[in-house]
């Protein structure tokens, strides 16, 4: 059956992990030259590579680690340290500092299309999102029926967040003339601390599950 709680937990944790808040100026700064429609194409685009590229995290994340021997808790434990240092980095504002600069710009001008990089991937749906995807689905319920409720709240939670995404982005510049980089900035840490605490909860989790394992 449906589960509301987990389904808010999924939207909550994804949207936190893609953080788009700290991507906004990187966003205007990246399609300021663009006509307007051109820019809403770029982003529609960017969106469905986002939905894309998650629900290819979540089904095939799983079978991609056994193919290279990784085990789920070395993921868990690997997962949590990018959850753990992204969070720790948006809590002084520094999350994703490598993309920002002016070399980002240059390279972005050279390209007639950027929805799928860098804006889809690695600035929105990066690796601690993919991480976060993996995770969740290497521990859905093994019954057939609870398993399928489960894929269908993740896949809406991330269509849910890429069309957050979509509407944040489509009023960008609105939403910095009344937030202003110092809002942007206290959103950003709020979401930091979010994911400090689902970084430091999967290598805890992983951890508890070895431990268990050798007794």
């Not at 960017?46 to 808790?73: D, E, K, N, P, R």
């Not at 993919?130 to 399928?148: D, H, P, V």
């Not at 809406?156 to 980089?181: C, D, E, N, Q, S």
């Amino acid at each position: 059956m449906f589960d509301p709680i987990v389904f808010l937990s999924i939207v909550v944790g994804l949207f936190s992990l893609i953080n788009p808040i700290s991507i906004l100026p990187v966003y205007i700064s990246l399609t300021g030259d663009y006509a307007e429609a051109n820019k809403l194409k770029t982003l529609k685009k960017t969106c469905v590579y986002i939905v894309f590229i998650c629900v290819l995290a979540y089904f095939s994340g799983v079978y991609l680690l056994h193919f290279f021997g990784i085990s789920i808790q070395a993921l868990r434990v690997a997962g949590g340290l990018i959850i753990f240092r992204s969070g720790w980095q948006l809590l002084h504002l520094k999350h994703k500092q490598e993309f920002k600069g002016e070399q980002l710009k240059e390279e972005s001008e050279h390209k007639e299309d950027i929805s799928f990089s860098p804006l889809a991937m690695p600035l929105l749906a990066g690796p601690g999102a993919m991480s976060f995807l993996i995770t969740l689905y290497s521990n859905r319920e093994t019954q057939a029926q609870k398993a399928l409720w489960q894929d269908a709240a993740a896949i809406t939670a991330i269509v849910l967040v890429a069309l957050i995404i979509y509407v944040m982005f489509k009023f960008a510049p609105r939403l910095m003339k009344y937030t202003g980089k110092s809002g942007l900035d206290s959103l950003s840490k709020v979401m930091g601390f979010i994911v400090t605490g689902v970084g430091v909860q999967m290598i805890l989790s992983s951890l508890t599950a070895v431990v268990q394992a050798l007794l």
